[in-house]
């Protein structure tokens, strides 16, 4: 934070204590479920895998193998790139809560030798017991017969209740409940469908926190959070929740998944990091991005946060001056800070200053000092004519063919 700046994004925030929050990377699975994807080849998810290590993400789900053989072959190859590369990322599998869908990612893990968790997702509120003709009763037996296979055959497990954040305080008790005594070690709150809001996203956090407590197992089981983004609060909402309690938040690059997707990733672990709650160097945030957007064939918006095209990028003078100013004080930081919330530096970007129709003298002479061409009264003003008759910024190529 540059010493000019007043925070009062710290103002009354209560000192974070405990081990730093934990992400888990949904990429390479929940992130394939949208309806718009192609899916990657084995080795754009590889170079997808070997990124989300060098973030210093935790965990990441590498796929249902119970979905068919060609989504089992992947995951083997996966795992096994995490043990031969020595990847410090640990592998999770998703699985519907039946030992059909649990016993394929045993058998991964025996045949690679990688300890590996289980993701064992259920429905869990009412609107989805009724739709499904479930009753609570069947569904505490699943989920009692699932987990204590998966603890047996020496599987970590995650239980994930989705549509946790539409679901009743009592539902949501007897299935937890069950769960823990079953030998889960991680719960899952899933706001499968952005239905919550920052303060339900805590009110649910602190209500699982309770049953883990009312329980006895406090400190033994931890909360992950998994967000979507049909109400645009999914970020905010993992805030929410790692603040009431939760000590894994999920993501996927870019956002990807389910209808309008999942926590974007990358966002969120700006935000932690701007935060001060992880440290993380971001120097491949921006491959990362860009690998998972050519493998999924899913462009990323040119005005996308810190990611974007138009991230560091303006064209409006009075922005422009202030920046341009900054630059000639030799002070990088200032000029990285003065008009951008997030330092261009911090992700592997510059600022960047354009020339068009609402710029200013400054954005042509600065434009053309940069590439080291002398910024003569008569060119400045040539080329500033040219973009105040404009109707976008002025392309390099528009301005070279000005200099002549």
Excluded at 6 to 20: A, C, E, F, H, L
Excluded at 335 to 352: H, K, L, W
Aim: aromatic share 4%.
């Amino acid at each position: 934070m540059h010493p000019l700046i007043y925070d009062w994004n710290t103002v009354g925030t209560p000192p974070r204590t405990g081990p730093r929050v934990m992400l888990d990377d949904e990429t390479l699975r929940d992130g394939l479920q949208s309806p718009s994807v192609r899916t990657p080849t084995i080795e754009q998810k590889l170079r997808l895998l070997h990124l989300i290590d060098s973030l210093g993400i935790e965990t990441a789900d590498i796929g249902l193998p119970g979905a068919g053989a060609h989504v089992l072959a992947d995951v083997e190859r996966l795992a096994r790139e995490i043990v031969q590369a020595r990847l410090r990322v640990k592998a999770n599998c998703a699985a519907r809560t039946v030992i059909a869908d649990i016993q394929p990612i045993v058998d991964v893990m025996q045949r690679v030798g990688l300890p590996m968790e289980c993701c064992a997702f259920i429905g869990s509120s009412p609107i989805r017991q009724f739709v499904e003709d479930w009753t609570l009763d069947r569904l505490q037996q699943l989920t009692h017969d699932a987990i204590t296979f998966a603890v047996k055959e020496g599987l970590t497990v995650m239980y994930v209740t989705e549509d946790t954040t539409r679901a009743d305080p009592d539902s949501l008790r007897r299935l937890f409940s069950t769960a823990i005594r079953a030998g889960a070690k991680r719960l899952c709150i899933a706001d499968t469908v952005g239905h919550a809001t920052p303060h339900g996203a805590a009110a649910v956090t602190r209500f699982v926190a309770s049953v883990i407590e009312e329980c006895g197992a406090t400190g033994e089981v931890g909360i992950d959070w998994h967000g979507h983004r049909d109400r645009d609060l999914a970020v905010v909402n993992s805030i929410a929740a790692m603040d009431a309690g939760a000590t894994r938040l999920h993501g996927a690059a870019l956002g990807l998944g389910e209808r309008v997707g999942n926590t974007p990733m990358d966002l969120l672990l700006v935000n932690l990091v701007l935060m001060g709650v992880r440290d993380d160097k971001l120097g491949t945030l921006d491959e990362y991005c860009r690998t998972a957007a050519e493998a999924t064939g899913i462009p990323i918006p040119i005005n996308y946060p810190v990611i974007g095209r138009d991230a560091y990028r303006t064209a409006t003078g009075v922005h422009a001056a202030a920046v341009i100013k900054a630059f000639r004080k030799n002070d990088t930081v200032l000029a990285d800070a003065v008009y951008a919330g997030v330092p261009a530096s911090m992700v592997g970007r510059e600022q960047v200053i354009e020339v068009g129709p609402m710029s200013g003298k400054s954005n042509v002479i600065y434009w053309l000092e940069k590439r080291g061409i002398t910024a003569t009264e008569a060119l400045v003003d040539r080329i500033f004519a040219t973009a105040k008759g404009a109707t976008t910024v002025l392309t390099e190529q528009d301005i070279r063919s000005l200099l002549t």
